[in-house]
């Protein structure tokens, strides 16, 4: 059984930094492509951050570009995603999430995505 359980959200204050992990247990991330997404309360789920299996091509949603990095380590089958300079926009639930096979496919869709985790809270304050 493949699970991703994502850890490392809590409450920060405004301007502050949060660093999220995803661990993977059940199957070797290393031919996925990955991606983190975020719902705030009331509104739809959306693409934050993307890496291709080898870590070398990222993309990002415009809002969290020059904030946040995502990286990875496939001897760990572990996916991260560094916050810095957090909003109180940046409040949500954030969900890591991979691309079987995806290589260097990081899909912005949700639908593309074939496991996610239970997803991990992330509550800025002003």
């Known amino acids: 059984q493949v699970r991703l359980v994502e850890s490392g959200g809590g409450l920060v204050q405004s301007g502050g930094s949060l660093r999220l992990s995803c661990a993977a247990s059940g199957r070797n991330l290393i031919d996925d492509a990955m991606g983190w997404f975020r719902q705030a309360p009331g509104k739809e789920r959306f693409f934050v951050a993307g890496?291709?299996?080898?870590?070398?091509?990222?993309k990002y949603a415009d809002s969290v570009k020059g904030r946040f990095t995502i990286s990875r380590d496939n001897a760990k089958n572990t996916v991260y995603l560094q916050m810095n300079s957090l909003t109180l926009d940046d409040t949500a639930v954030y969900f890591c999430?991979?691309?079987?096979?995806?290589?260097?496919?990081?899909?912005?869709?949700?639908?593309?995505?074939?496991?996610w985790g239970q997803g991990t809270q992330v509550s800025v304050s002003s």
């Open positions: 999430a991979s691309r079987v096979f995806g290589l260097t496919s990081m899909s912005t869709r949700q639908s593309d995505y074939d496991y």
């Open positions: 890496i291709s299996w080898s870590g070398d091509i990222t």
